[in-house]
């Protein structure tokens, strides 16, 4: 069984509010209606012109409301805003993971710096998050079981995989790749076919479903209301 910080996975759906720094006056209302975890998509806080006083300072109030974070520093070059060099990267992550907030670090499967990132993850006791994104299709199902097995020799504590579908086919082929594998994983296709893998991942083995408040931060998120009605029909909780 994987904690990050105080939530324990795989016992029940685990919500996690992705946020890019606008959003942390809603922290109390995002405790209300059940989110157990936050995304800090601390690209989109620096994009938005914050520096790193001002990214710990949202760490430091996503920890005064009892949450613990999972720290996301996406470059452009996997569809996020940071547009640094990876040792630029490095060093922000080196800053910013050992905060007492952070549970979690999430770094790219392609990234140059992703043993680096393991090892800082390992010395800092946060919970490895190695992922992969791929904006515009869903691979072929060895490509996804490749993808997966790389991401699981580099060290990931969890794996997480993020397809663009383009059909059904793609949708039920991630599912049934990912159901075979039994190792700690979160997955979504994202875009609108794939909308249902971020409430059915879970009876898929998913350990982890990505929401927003306001603007969502990937193609085919459910926005907290409406993704909190789903899993309370789907999974009573
Ligand atoms: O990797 C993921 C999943 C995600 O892309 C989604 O589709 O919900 C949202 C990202 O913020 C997060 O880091």
């Known amino acids: 069984m994987i904690r990050i910080g105080t939530v324990e ?14 959003e942390e006056d ?10 157990n ?13 914050v520096d790193l006083s001002g990214l710990n300072r949202v760490l430091d109030l996503i920890g005064d409301y009892g949450f613990y ?15 640094c060099s990876e040792e630029e990267r490095l060093q922000l992550f080196e800053k910013l993971v050992k905060h007492p907030s952070v549970g979690a670090v999430d770094v790219e499967l392609r990234a140059s710096i992703l043993s680096d990132v393991r090892e800082l993850a390992k010395r800092e006791g946060k919970v490895l998050i190695v992922s992969y994104h ?20 580099a060290g990931a504590d969890i ?38 893998t971020r409430v059915v991942g879970f009876h898929f083995g998913s350990l982890m ?11 085919g998120q459910i926005p907290l209301e409406e993704l909190k009605n789903l899993l309370e029909k789907f999974y009573n909780c």
Not at 26 to 35: C, E, I, W
Not at 69 to 83: A, D, F, H, Q, Y
Request: proline share 5%; glycine share 12%.
């Open 9 to 22: 996975l795989g016992k029940k759906p685990v919500v996690v509010l992705s946020i890019d720094g606008g």
């Open 209 to 219: 479903t990505y929401t927003f408040l306001g603007k969502s931060v990937a193609p």
């Open 159 to 196: 794996v997480k995989l993020a397809f663009y579908g383009n059909s059904l086919s793609d949708v039920s082929r991630v599912c049934c790749v990912m159901n075979s594998i039994d190792y700690p994983k979160v997955f979504m296709v994202m875009g609108a076919v794939g909308k249902m």
């Open 26 to 35: 809603k922290l109390d209302y995002a405790r209300r209606l059940g989110v």
């Open 69 to 83: 974070s999972v720290l996301t520093l996406r470059p452009e070059w996997e569809g996020g805003k940071l547009n």
């Open 37 to 49: 975890l936050i995304e800090v998509r601390g690209d989109l806080v620096i994009s938005k012109g």
């Open 134 to 153: 791929d904006f515009e299709k869903t691979p072929p199902a060895e490509e996804i079981g490749g993808i997966f097995r790389r991401a699981v020799e």
